[in-house]
């Protein structure tokens, strides 16, 4: 299959937050918030929209989260997004981060923010990046997360701008087929709708499944693939038809 991006509603929708991000009011809080289940495309389309960015000069700072992060070592993750070495103590990572944000104007991606709602001063650093630079903030996470980061008032007053991830529907199930398969294989409208139930609109298992697909026509030489054609063969580990 082709590696890129395909622009579904997730995607869009993505995009549209951050742009408004970009160009809010001063009066405005810049944080923002994405959200959704495991599978539905989350990363790689923030992923997407940094690649862009970068590409068009304005580089962002991406950091992903883990369960044994401190604000120490989420600091340190930072300052090698910058290509700089921790210091010690910490005060000065933090200024060192606010300064090249505020001079680069640099938005901060903070992947698997679920590890971190929990730890009160890693939340609260990421809180001061924000108020010392008012640069653009997005957190990502799992569908709890905005449950979680609700009962942080300070941090979740400043959210502006949401998108919750949701399972693809059989729009988006074409989208990804068009885009993605090699040209000498067409999927059904009958096996489209098949992939999207079985999967229950999660993006990775749709990839899946897409993918599967179309290594079975091009080795059987086959260019159109229904479900009568597909037949019994298997298009996930836990599941037959």
């Excluded at 096996?191 to 139930?197: A, G, K, S």
Aim: glycine residues 6%; contains cysteine; negative net charge.
């Amino acid at each position: 299959m082709k590696h890129t991006i395909v622009e579904v509603k997730n995607v869009v929708r993505t995009q549209v937050m951050f742009e408004n991000l970009q160009t809010r009011s001063m009066i405005t809080p810049g944080i923002g918030l994405i959200h959704g289940p495991s599978g539905y495309g989350k990363t790689t389309t923030v992923t997407h929209m940094f690649n862009e960015l970068t590409l068009t000069g304005h580089q962002p700072l991406y950091v992903r989260c883990y369960a044994t992060d401190s604000p120490s070592s989420f600091l340190a993750r930072v300052m090698g997004e910058l290509g700089a070495e921790p210091m010690y103590p910490l005060r000065k990572m933090v200024d060192y981060i606010v300064r090249s944000m505020n001079e680069n104007s640099l938005a901060l991606f903070v992947d698997e923010a679920d590890h971190i709602v929990g730890q009160a001063k890693t939340m609260e650093t990421i809180r001061d990046l924000y108020d010392s630079t008012e640069q653009p903030v997005v957190l990502i996470g799992m569908e709890e997360i905005a449950r979680r980061i609700s009962h942080r008032k300070q941090l979740f007053n400043r959210i502006s701008e949401w998108v919750e991830f949701q399972a693809a529907d059989l729009e988006d199930v074409h989208m990804f087929a068009q885009t993605l398969l090699d040209k000498r294989v067409q999927v059904g409208e009958d096996m489209l709708e098949y992939i999207r139930t079985k999967s229950s609109g999660e993006v990775r298992r749709i990839l899946i499944a897409l993918e599967k697909i179309e290594r079975a026509a091009i080795a059987s030489d086959e260019h159109f693939i229904d479900l009568d054609a597909w037949g019994d063969r298997p298009l996930f580990l836990s599941h037959r038809r």
